[in-house]
């Protein structure tokens, strides 16, 4: 039965959802969903069109004009997303469009549109999906639903680790905790689908644990759901 469960991972910035989320996909053969990339793609076509990420009516406009493809990569296992036929996935993760992203998240009709994409890519396969409302709108009927967190000190110095990896230059970790804590704090309070933990999800602090140990707790979790 493990080839149909749901899980479902939320949680603030850098806490390791999409790390941790994509190697319990892999190990049970889920379809693994990154969320949060598709709130990107809308931050950088926001970008690309001059939209501002207040403009819910022009964001809306946008996403019906141009389609975006949302396709997995069967080697990485994770989502690619594609506008006109160009792979903008390693686009995603500026900083102009992690400036934004939590700015045009707020709006309804953005969420509507993304939230109906995700459920239709569940369909009836097993899934793996992180973002900030999945265990709480998106699939509220999820097996297992992880709330994943951590302290906002190691949430800053992991994300400053991994973007010295990926790019060989030192950067502030003080200025990343600033802006993590500002996105999580705009995520946690809109109106619509905010940040928070399900009622039925379990907790778990990953601060201090390594990414196996978080792994590890996970799948504990799926085998004690479908047993
Ligand atoms: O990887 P990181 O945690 O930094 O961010 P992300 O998961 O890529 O999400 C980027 C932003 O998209 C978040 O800060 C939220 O504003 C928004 N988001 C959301 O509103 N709902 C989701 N299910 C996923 C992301
Ligand atoms: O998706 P989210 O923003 O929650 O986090 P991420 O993009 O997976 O980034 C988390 C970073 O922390 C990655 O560089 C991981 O290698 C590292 N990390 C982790 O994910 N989990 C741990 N328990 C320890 C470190």
């Known amino acids: 039965m493990v080839e149909h469960v749901s899980i479902a991972i939320d949680g603030p910035a850098g806490a390791g959802k999409s790390t941790v989320a994509r190697i319990v996909a892999k190990r049970l053969g889920l379809l693994y ?5 598709m709130y990107r793609s809308v931050a950088w076509l ?6 501002r990420p207040s403009d819910e009516l022009g964001l809306t406009r946008l ?4 389609l975006l493809g949302f396709e997995r990569d ?7 997303v594609r506008f006109q036929n160009q792979d903008i996935t390693p686009e ?3 900083p102009e469009v992690s400036g934004i992203v939590s700015q045009l998240s707020v709006h309804p009709l953005v969420r509507e549109r993304l939230t109906s994409i995700q459920r239709s890519l569940r369909r009836d396969t097993g899934v793996v999906m992180d973002g900030r409302d999945i265990g709480t709108v998106v699939m509220p009927d999820a097996d297992v639903k992880v709330f994943l967190t951590a302290s906002l000190d ?12 990926a790019q060989g230059r030192e950067v502030s970790e003080v200025s990343i905790r600033k802006s993590m804590a500002e996105r999580d704090a705009r995520d946690s309070s809109r109106d619509v689908a905010p940040l928070r933990p399900a009622a039925d999800a379990y907790i778990l602090d990953s601060t201090g644990k390594s990414i196996d140990e978080v792994v590890d707790e996970i799948l504990r979790l799926v085998r004690e759901s479908v047993k």
């Open 92 to 94: 995603l993760r500026s």
């Open 63 to 66: 996403l019906d004009e141009y």
């Open 33 to 37: 969903v990154d969320t949060g990339a």
């Open 154 to 165: 190691e949430r800053a110095r992991r994300r400053a680790e991994e973007i010295t990896a």
């Open 46 to 51: 926001a970008v690309r069109f001059g939209v």
């Open 74 to 80: 069967p080697a990485l296992g994770t989502l690619v």
